[in-house]
């Protein structure tokens, strides 16, 4: 399977919302700030259902 940039972006998606959970966390306000940031800064992955999964929050 080629790895699309659906995919691609995916993954990104997935390793900010990683990250910002690592932040969390860790309790670090700056970093949980810069972390929300870069994850609205991502545009949401493209829900393969209708209805928004748990990858709202």
Same mark, same amino acid.
């Given at each position: 399977? !080629?790895?699309?940039? +659906? #995919?691609?972006?995916?993954?990104?998606? +997935?390793?900010?919302?990683?990250?910002?959970?690592? !932040?969390?966390?860790? /309790?670090?306000? $700056?970093? #949980?700030?810069?972390?929300? $940031?870069?994850?609205?800064?991502?545009?949401?992955? +493209?829900? +393969?259902?209708?209805? $928004? /999964?748990?990858? !709202?929050?």
């Amino acid at each position: 399977m !080629a790895i699309t940039t +659906r #995919i691609r972006k995916k993954k990104k998606y +997935r390793k900010a919302v990683l990250n910002l959970r690592a !932040a969390i966390k860790r /309790g670090n306000a $700056e970093a #949980i700030r810069i972390r929300r $940031e870069q994850l609205q800064a991502l545009p949401k992955p +493209r829900q +393969r259902y209708a209805r $928004e /999964g748990h990858s !709202a929050s």
